[in-house]
């Protein structure tokens, strides 16, 4: 007998379906690489001394950047056939994350709605996931829902499927945003003995232009160590670039840590409110970015949150006239918590 292990199209999902996925513990290894990767310069994550002095935990914390990585990487059994993942809507990390803590993550379809039909195109549809993550001690981390493009296994499919994808959760309200940040921090620690990591007195309005940008190398092995299944991150046979597609967390990562440039003191990501991918990123892709202020809020442990949008770019080295061409891949609107 012959056993076909495959992805699903987009013709098996039905709403109210859910998929489970391995659970993961979060290790040293898995932050050591991800630092390798992408640079970040978060300080908690970094140095497990300042992290106990201010947490009060002897665990060393997870980058919740890293944690966001691994949810999504545990939610593509449901998009191994994504031709992109087209959107991320109302993300809020709900407490941290500790090295030693294990994430079980479910996933659930909650809408379909398939592509409009056009003269050589084959079908798609659009499939609304509704991820929730727990830790081991059976506490809500993450919530979030996102959107990936499914190729329909018949390319002239009618499916009929037309959910309303609206009502998927975009914002949230002060006293949300005031219930993720942890309790007893304290936050009098981050202030640099030896060298002053001054953190810009940004208002609303203020936009935050980033100078240095980062090449992406090693894009598989971000996958992998997400465990992220998507064919078209690893078989450049099954890309429609023909060429294998960066993971989008890779561009999202790419942007927070060289945010962490501006804002020095930044302690952790608390939510977004949305992330969308305006177009495809490639290996040896040149990444920069760029903030926008939108508001600045006086936390009540202490601190402030920032509310941003991030703009990513993506260059590449155009063959004929070897200039470096740029073009806009990531629209976060991104939460971040600081000292």
């Known amino acids: 007998m012959k056993h076909v292990v495959d992805g699903p199209y987009f013709e098996d999902f039905t709403v109210g379906q859910e998929f489970s996925a391995p659970s993961v513990t979060v290790t040293d290894a898995h932050a050591t690489f991800y630092s390798a990767l992408v640079a970040d310069r978060m300080r908690l994550p970094l140095d497990r001394h300042l992290s106990h002095r201010v947490t009060g935990d002897p665990r060393p914390l997870a980058h919740g950047n890293l944690v966001i990585s691994l949810v999504a990487g545990q939610t593509t059994y449901a998009s191994q056939y994504v031709k992109g993942n087209l959107f991320y809507r109302g993300l809020l990390l709900k407490r941290p994350v500790y090295i030693g803590d294990s994430l079980y993550t479910t996933t659930k379809v909650v809408g379909l709605k398939q592509n409009k ?34 190729p329909c296994r018949d390319p002239q499919a009618e499916t009929g499927s037309d959910d309303d994808f609206s009502w998927i959760k975009d914002s949230f309200t002060q006293d949300e945003l005031f219930a993720a940040l942890p309790r007893g921090w304290n936050l009098q620690h981050m202030a640099a003995k030896h060298v002053p990591l001054l953190t810009p007195d940004v208002k609303p309005g203020d936009e935050i ?30 890309s429609y670039l023909g060429r294998r597609l960066v993971y989008g967390g ?12 501006a804002l020095p003191n930044l302690l952790t990501v608390v939510a977004w409110r949305g992330c ?9 892709d040149i990444i920069g970015t760029r903030a926008l202020v939108r508001d600045v809020i006086a936390a009540p442990v202490g601190g402030r949150i920032y509310d941003l949008e991030l703009e990513a770019f993506a260059g590449r080295f155009d063959a004929e006239s070897k200039e470096l061409k740029q073009e806009k891949v990531l629209l976060q609107k991104i939460l971040v918590w600081g000292a």
């Not at 890779?250 to 440039?261: C, E, G, N, P």
């Not at 969308?276 to 040896?284: A, I, K, Q, S």
């Open 117 to 150: 039909s056009k003269p050589g195109r084959d079908a798609t549809g659009m499939v609304a996931l509704e991820m929730v993550t727990h830790n081991q001690d059976g506490e809500e981390v993450l919530q979030f829902w996102r959107c990936p493009m499914i």
């Open 250 to 261: 890779h561009t999202i990562a790419f942007a927070l840590s060289q945010l962490t440039r």
């Open 276 to 284: 969308d991918h305006l177009g495809p990123v490639l290996e040896d």
């Open 209 to 238: 232009e980033i100078g240095p940008r980062d090449t992406v190398t090693c894009a598989p092995e971000l996958v992998r160590m997400t465990l992220n299944i998507a064919y078209t991150h690893t078989d450049a046979s099954r």
